[in-house]
């Protein structure tokens, strides 16, 4: 490829520890016709393609050995003997940033059913794109999501509709009634292409004052507004994982989180697993509450 401006070390220092984990490009637009040409896509980030390969490399090697460390635990192995998946199941995850995110809590469950699951072909397809409302991830849902025939769909949706931006700090992006219209419609639309249940991941709250003194940042997300979409979701069908958003503390611990506060650390990524593997193991299928529609 023609010259490009190489990344400095402090820029790359950057890309590894914050962004490159969340800026998975091929999935944002992949009908570029040279999306699937990796040297390009490396340029992009400052890279050569060997660097771009090194730097998501170490990501999927943390998830690997996040899963082998889950499965040092006894209890962890117990919920995975216990999952309702089958062998050759395709499961989908509907996300945004924190599903996107290569070191992943997806990307974790694909590493500890791959490594335990003896003779298992599971088809993994992670569909979350960062920042994605769930109005963004309806208009991508039939291509990333319906358009795979999955057995099972597990959407980890909501916390960016709760996104209050600097300049319009008195609403969410996302009105809580279109939050719960556009979840209902995701829901009704699973169930077209399996008869398995939805799985919910609830949002997880925000350590309060991080995202403020993130220089890439000028919106807010407060937890008032996360719990009301936490209430929508425990109000679904099917298995809905940590309903009151507990699994990063409570309150939550920064320990679980990156500098913004906001998407997970690791450590939190492995507390969402330890949710999912137990909720999938252990709970019954959830009937659908009577909650009305806000208003």
């Known amino acids: 490829m023609s010259d490009f401006k190489k990344a400095t070390e402090a820029e790359k220092e950057a890309l590894e520890k914050y962004l490159l984990?969340?800026?998975?490009?091929?999935?944002?637009?992949?009908?570029?016709?040279?999306?699937?040409?990796?040297?390009?896509?490396?340029?992009?980030?400052?890279?050569?393609?060997d660097e771009l390969q090194k730097m998501r490399g170490r990501f999927a090697q943390?998830?690997?050995?996040?899963?082998?460390?889950?499965?040092?635990?006894?209890?962890?192995?117990?919920?995975?003997?216990?999952?309702?998946?089958?062998?050759?199941?395709?499961?989908?995850?509907?996300?945004?940033?924190?599903t996107d995110d290569l070191q992943s809590w997806f990307e974790i469950?694909?590493?500890?059913l791959n490594i335990y699951v003896d003779a298992a072909d599971f088809t993994f397809i992670n569909?979350?794109?960062?920042?994605?409302?769930?109005?963004?991830?309806?208009?991508?849902?039939?291509?990333?999501?319906?358009?795979?025939?999955?057995?099972?769909?597990?959407?980890?949706?909501?916390?960016f509709d709760a996104t209050r931006l600097g300049y319009a700090p008195k609403r969410t992006l996302i009105p809580l009634s279109e939050t719960w219209e556009n979840l209902t419609t995701i829901e009704d639309?699973?169930?077209?292409?399996?008869?398995?249940?939805?799985?919910?991941?609830?949002?997880?709250?925000?350590?309060?004052?991080?995202?403020d003194e993130m220089e890439l940042f000028d919106f807010d997300i407060q937890d008032k507004d996360l719990a009301q979409i936490r209430q929508i979701i425990a109000g679904k069908t099917g298995y809905i994982v940590d309903p009151l958003g507990k699994r990063m503390g409570n309150p939550?611990?920064?320990?679980?989180?990156?500098s913004d506060g906001l998407n997970p650390s690791l450590s939190g990524q492995v507390n969402t697993v330890r949710a999912l593997l137990y909720t999938l193991a252990t709970s019954e299928e959830k009937e659908a509450a009577e909650i009305e529609e806000p208003s």
């Open 109 to 112: 469950l694909k590493e500890v």
């Open 21 to 49: 984990q969340f800026l998975n490009i091929e999935k944002r637009f992949p009908l570029l016709p040279g999306i699937s040409n990796q040297e390009a896509i490396a340029n992009v980030f400052g890279l050569d393609s």
């Open 127 to 159: 569909a979350g794109v960062s920042n994605n409302t769930t109005t963004e991830a309806m208009r991508r849902m039939h291509a990333d999501v319906l358009s795979h025939n999955p057995d099972w769909v597990i959407t980890s949706l909501g916390s």
């Open 62 to 98: 943390n998830a690997k050995e996040a899963a082998l460390e889950l499965l040092r635990d006894d209890e962890v192995v117990e919920w995975v003997d216990n999952l309702p998946f089958k062998p050759n199941d395709t499961i989908v995850a509907f996300g945004d940033s924190s």
């Open 189 to 211: 639309a699973i169930k077209t292409v399996t008869d398995n249940p939805p799985v919910w991941l609830s949002p997880t709250p925000v350590i309060p004052g991080l995202l």
């Open 252 to 258: 939550p611990e920064a320990w679980y989180y990156l």
